[in-house]
């Protein structure tokens, strides 16, 4: 591919510059650029035969999920490809996760072979035996030769379910290159950050079968082409001014954008070298990216007091990903990977500056860590922005649900999120319909509030104008009773002020 997507013409309606959630070509298309980690990940996706995973490793808020999305498209003619965010799986046991990665590929498999192929019944999933066995049976009955799975978030699982999937993904692997040939079909991308590493690093860690791979920031001819979509909007762009920004963001695809998205807020007519320096200084007063890089270092003191040295005692520090405290101030972004060390850029050198003088470490007062019932591990804004995303994908041009893979990835991400539910592939072999059902695990949080609707709930989707109310209950009803659903989500689309 080249360094700049053809696909897409900018974003028609709202800001041109999109600072959440991943960039899509058809949408997008005018902001991507196709990085060499891309071109490496597509290299290594495409060799005859499975003799690594991939790891993609980055910080926060650096292109990984845009870069799994693009990396899906390129490969989705000569593979099947499930993308599955494991962000919706926070609260989650193994079991769930086991679960809810059984149903993407059931769903991704019935709407790629539809009925031509009689895909295996899968039983609730109780260990990682039975998911083992599930991969197995799935590999043997569908013909594409290689099932790509991309996994987003991996930092998202607890410490006990990462423990157990990753360690059983690592069974896939060992297994396929053994005497289960069927599990060597399947290639496993993951993306991540602090946590991924860790699985990656080491000779007992469970995913050192990982080629590794490392985003760079972007360029000033990268920056350059998202600074020149200013000129649709009418702005002048002076030829100094991508390096301008390139200067202070260091190409960090974020900050870059949310530079870039102040200044359109701002309404300048010109980037002037003033107009720049304004935004600039906006980031340092509240930025959700800074303020996560600092917020890190407050949780790791050993790393704080490292980074110190380098940013105010200038300390020529050699930079070495074997020093496992530079390879943890790598994956928090805060540094980048040159010889010696040196700050990602120079927002976040200004941050920092400000941040360690303000709380006068050289004096032994510690700064200020935040209370622990306020620390928010996770990303609301974030989360939301994915179901929304998921919703949106699952929508006709009415502004009702489609029935297909679309609609079953938004149900089970949606009730994902929810500690006790755990779905599963609840597959009819003669009808090859797929329903989504849910499981209630009673020893979860909430668990035993909603363990009187056991055996299952069952998850549906209705338009309000396709109907009269008395049929769509009566056909709902009668679809719960089939199953023996004590319980029916119903997520309802359209009707006016009567409904």
């Given at each position: 591919p080249s360094r700049r997507t053809a696909a897409g013409s900018g974003r028609a309606d709202g800001p041109r510059f999109k600072t959440r959630g991943p960039l899509q070509s058809a949408v997008d298309g005018e902001l991507l650029v196709d990085r060499p980690a891309l071109r490496r990940a597509l290299r290594l996706a495409q060799q005859p035969s499975v003799t690594q995973y991939i790891a993609i490793l980055s910080p926060r808020q650096t292109g990984k999920t845009t870069l799994l999305l693009r990396l899906m498209e390129l490969l989705q003619p000569v593979a099947t490809c499930v993308f599955i965010d494991l962000s919706v799986l926070r609260a989650q046991d193994a079991r769930a996760c086991y679960r809810f990665v059984a149903f993407q590929l059931v769903s991704e498999?019935?709407?790629?072979?539809?009925?031509?192929?009689?895909?295996?019944?899968?039983?609730p999933i109780e260990s990682s035996v039975d998911f083992l066995e599930f991969l197995r049976e799935l590999a043997e009955a569908v013909p594409m030769p290689r099932i790509i799975l991309l996994l987003d978030e991996v930092g998202a699982l607890t410490p006990e379910a990462s423990d157990s999937f990753f360690n059983t993904v690592r069974t896939v692997f060992t297994q396929g290159r053994g005497l289960n040939s069927h599990l060597a079909k399947y290639l496993f991308i993951f993306s991540g950050a602090v946590d991924l590493y860790a699985l990656t690093f080491g000779t007992n860690s469970p995913l050192n079968v990982c080629e590794k791979i490392y985003l760079n920031d972007f360029d000033v001819e990268d920056v350059t082409t998202i600074v020149e979509q200013f000129t649709h909007l009418g702005v002048t762009v002076p030829a100094e001014a991508p390096r301008a920004i390139h200067a202070l963001t260091g190409g960090h695809p974020y900050l870059t954008m949310r530079l870039c998205a102040l200044l359109e807020e701002a309404g300048h007519k010109a980037l002037t070298r003033q107009a720049i320096e304004a935004a600039a200084e906006q980031m340092l007063?509240?930025?959700?990216?800074?303020?996560?890089?600092?917020?890190?270092?407050?949780?790791?003191?050993?790393?704080?007091?490292?980074?110190?040295?380098?940013?105010?005692?200038e300390r020529q520090v050699p930079f070495s990903r074997n020093d496992p405290v530079l390879a943890s101030l790598?994956?928090?972004?805060?540094?980048?990977?040159?010889?010696?060390?040196?700050?990602?850029?120079?927002?976040?050198?200004?941050?920092?500056?400000?941040?360690?003088?303000?709380?006068?470490?050289?004096?032994g007062t510690p700064p200020a860590?935040?209370?622990?019932?306020?620390?928010?591990?996770?990303?609301?804004?974030?989360?939301?922005?994915?179901?929304?995303?998921?919703?949106?994908?699952?929508?006709?041009?009415?502004?009702?649900?489609?029935?297909?893979r679309e609609w079953e990835a938004f149900a089970a991400a949606l009730f994902a999120t929810v500690p006790a539910f755990s779905v599963y592939p609840d597959l009819h072999a003669d009808t090859g319909q797929l329903d989504v059902a849910l499981t209630i695990n009673r020893d979860a949080p909430g668990g035993t509030l909603w363990a009187m609707y056991q055996p299952l709930i069952l998850v549906e989707q209705c338009h309000l104008e396709d109907g009269t109310p008395e049929r769509t209950i009566a056909r709902l009803a009668t679809k719960?009773?089939?199953?023996?659903?004590?319980?029916?989500?119903?997520?309802?689309?359209g009707g006016g002020p009567e409904a």
């Amino acid at each position: 591919p080249s360094r700049r997507t053809a696909a897409g013409s900018g974003r028609a309606d709202g800001p041109r510059f999109k600072t959440r959630g991943p960039l899509q070509s058809a949408v997008d298309g005018e902001l991507l650029v196709d990085r060499p980690a891309l071109r490496r990940a597509l290299r290594l996706a495409q060799q005859p035969s499975v003799t690594q995973y991939i790891a993609i490793l980055s910080p926060r808020q650096t292109g990984k999920t845009t870069l799994l999305l693009r990396l899906m498209e390129l490969l989705q003619p000569v593979a099947t490809c499930v993308f599955i965010d494991l962000s919706v799986l926070r609260a989650q046991d193994a079991r769930a996760c086991y679960r809810f990665v059984a149903f993407q590929l059931v769903s991704e498999f019935r709407a790629a072979v539809g009925s031509a192929v009689r895909l295996p019944e899968v039983p609730p999933i109780e260990s990682s035996v039975d998911f083992l066995e599930f991969l197995r049976e799935l590999a043997e009955a569908v013909p594409m030769p290689r099932i790509i799975l991309l996994l987003d978030e991996v930092g998202a699982l607890t410490p006990e379910a990462s423990d157990s999937f990753f360690n059983t993904v690592r069974t896939v692997f060992t297994q396929g290159r053994g005497l289960n040939s069927h599990l060597a079909k399947y290639l496993f991308i993951f993306s991540g950050a602090v946590d991924l590493y860790a699985l990656t690093f080491g000779t007992n860690s469970p995913l050192n079968v990982c080629e590794k791979i490392y985003l760079n920031d972007f360029d000033v001819e990268d920056v350059t082409t998202i600074v020149e979509q200013f000129t649709h909007l009418g702005v002048t762009v002076p030829a100094e001014a991508p390096r301008a920004i390139h200067a202070l963001t260091g190409g960090h695809p974020y900050l870059t954008m949310r530079l870039c998205a102040l200044l359109e807020e701002a309404g300048h007519k010109a980037l002037t070298r003033q107009a720049i320096e304004a935004a600039a200084e906006q980031m340092l007063v509240e930025d959700d990216n800074i303020h996560h890089v600092i917020h890190e270092l407050e949780r790791r003191p050993i790393e704080r007091r490292r980074l110190r040295a380098i940013l105010l005692e200038e300390r020529q520090v050699p930079f070495s990903r074997n020093d496992p405290v530079l390879a943890s101030l790598e994956m928090i972004g805060a540094i980048r990977p040159t010889q010696p060390c040196q700050l990602r850029n120079r927002l976040y050198a200004r941050a920092l500056r400000r941040y360690f003088r303000a709380h006068a470490e050289n004096t032994g007062t510690p700064p200020a860590v935040m209370p622990a019932e306020v620390e928010q591990l996770e990303d609301p804004d974030a989360l939301y922005g994915r179901l929304l995303a998921l919703r949106h994908a699952a929508m006709d041009a009415r502004g009702a649900y489609r029935p297909g893979r679309e609609w079953e990835a938004f149900a089970a991400a949606l009730f994902a999120t929810v500690p006790a539910f755990s779905v599963y592939p609840d597959l009819h072999a003669d009808t090859g319909q797929l329903d989504v059902a849910l499981t209630i695990n009673r020893d979860a949080p909430g668990g035993t509030l909603w363990a009187m609707y056991q055996p299952l709930i069952l998850v549906e989707q209705c338009h309000l104008e396709d109907g009269t109310p008395e049929r769509t209950i009566a056909r709902l009803a009668t679809k719960a009773a089939e199953h023996r659903a004590r319980l029916l989500f119903v997520l309802a689309t359209g009707g006016g002020p009567e409904a």
